[in-house]
């Protein structure tokens, strides 16, 4: 699939579909619920506000007849009850008159009411491309790749961590204690939960002191200082006070559950923090399991990137989801891919594997990427090794040292003992 262009002073929207009315009509359905909003001529719907803010069909593709109706609740077109389902793509526009440079309001446009139409028997949304305009409106990541790398201090290999599991239950001094031994063990990176926020029974500021005393020690014993992502997601006051909390106390990097905190609590905390901001996806599924249904992770990321999400979460190769690695490997693509050049912004995101990741994955992980610009968190695949949480540490840096330099894991592993106990153990 070519990737949405750009257009100036327009948004643009790409969707897959099904249908049992021509795509044609089915396309001025979408069009019009998207913009004037009328379905029958009325009073004030002049041809002239039409041709200035009603949505504009730019392309409709064929893509052949369909195998059935796939969502319930769709309709034939009236009189035509043996109507049979066709599949296509269709690319809509909208001015940006209609929308302004506001990401709330054009997730509203493009993710709108159409997806209940009873035209569509499926609906996606595949891709959207905003104009230049949008790249002055909105922050983007503030650290991003580059940024990342400088917080932590890891050159030429990916960002190696984990997440704090039990992920509820521990107490702050518990959590401080395993944070200790797995920074200590020389990870890069360790982050919270997506269930771990402020709970009576783990305090947020308590937990944060608790895991940030670990880290400094870390730092005075190696000069590296490793990055924290604590979970800051709540109602807004709270995650800005957090956010100052982390600024105080020297942390780098805050965490934010992006569907729970939304588009506008994600613009908020990026235009208020002053470290970076990591992005997990929890719910996802609910957007993307269906290949009918939803939004693809190609249009959901630059959201979330132009309101300033500097790390992504991707999933990861053989994860415990339900995602194949073609998707994974798209969504860290699409994370690395520009959104408008913009000379000095940071655009790019950091995208963040996840699930069931071990040392097994790394060599299939960077040659599909191509790439080591990214986080590579273990839980398992760390603190299940069998030599200890140190040795799975290790036997993630050695899988990527034998992947970069190209040599097959198994005979890197020869005279590499955690690495050839990881492949044992995980394969």
């Known amino acids: 699939m070519m990737e949405l262009a750009a257009v100036a002073g327009r948004i643009r929207a790409r969707y897959s579909l099904e249908t049992r009315y021509s795509l044609v009509a089915a396309a001025a359905a979408l069009a019009g619920e998207q913009s004037s909003g009328t379905f029958r001529a009325i009073p004030g719907e002049t041809p002239t506000l ?8 730019d392309a409709i593709r064929n893509l052949g007849e369909g195998e059935g109706t796939a969502l319930p609740g769709s309709r034939p077109p009236p009189g035509q009850p043996d109507a049979k389902p066709r599949r296509g793509e269709i690319d809509v526009s909208w001015s940006l008159e209609n929308t302004g440079t506001d990401l709330p309001t054009v997730w509203a446009t493009v993710l709108g009411n159409s997806f209940e139409l009873h035209h569509f028997s499926a609906l996606k949304l595949i891709d959207v491309a905003f104009p230049a305009e949008f790249q002055q409106a909105y922050p983007g990541p503030a650290f991003g790749v580059t940024g990342t790398r400088a917080l932590t201090g890891v050159a030429g290999r990916p960002i190696i961590g984990t997440i704090v599991k039990p992920s509820v239950g521990l107490s702050p001094v518990e959590t401080g204690e395993l944070a200790e031994t797995l920074i200590g063990a020389g990870l890069d990176f360790i982050k919270d939960d997506e269930l771990m926020g402020d709970p009576p029974h783990s305090p947020f500021a308590d937990r944060f002191e608790a895991v940030m005393r670990a880290v400094d020690r870390q730092a005075d014993r190696t000069g590296r200082k490793p990055m924290y992502a604590a979970n800051i997601t709540g109602e807004m006051d709270a995650m800005l006070r957090r956010l100052d909390l982390i600024a105080e106390r020297g942390g780098t990097c805050a965490m934010v559950v992006l569907a729970a905190v939304g588009l506008p609590g994600v613009t908020a905390v990026r235009r208020h923090a002053s470290v970076a901001l990591h992005g997990h ?4 599924g609910l957007y993307s399991r269906s290949p009918d249904l939803g939004i693809s992770y190609v249009a959901y990321q630059k959201f979330w990137r132009l309101a300033g999400v500097d790390h ?3 999933n990861g190769l053989r994860n415990k989801f339900c995602e194949p690695d073609e998707s994974v490997l798209l969504s860290a693509r ?6 408008v050049a913009a000379p000095g912004r940071p655009d790019l995101a950091m995208p963040v594997f996840s699930s069931a990741q071990t040392a097994v994955q790394a060599a299939d992980t960077y040659a599909a990427l191509g790439s080591t610009d990214l986080i590579y968190c273990c839980g398992g695949g760390i603190m299940a090794h069998p030599d200890g949480i140190e040795a799975g540490v290790i036997s993630l840096q050695e899988a ?5 330099a190209g040599i097959p894991a198994a005979d890197y592993a020869r005279d590499h003992p955690a690495l050839a106990h990881a492949l044992e153990s995980f394969a």
């Open 50 to 57: 039409l041709a200035r803010f009603g949505a504009r069909v």
């Open 281 to 284: 996806r929890a719910g996802w």
């Open 312 to 314: 992504l979460h991707v």
């Open 334 to 339: 699409t994370c690395l891919t520009p959104l």
């Open 400 to 404: 990527w040292d034998a992947a970069r």
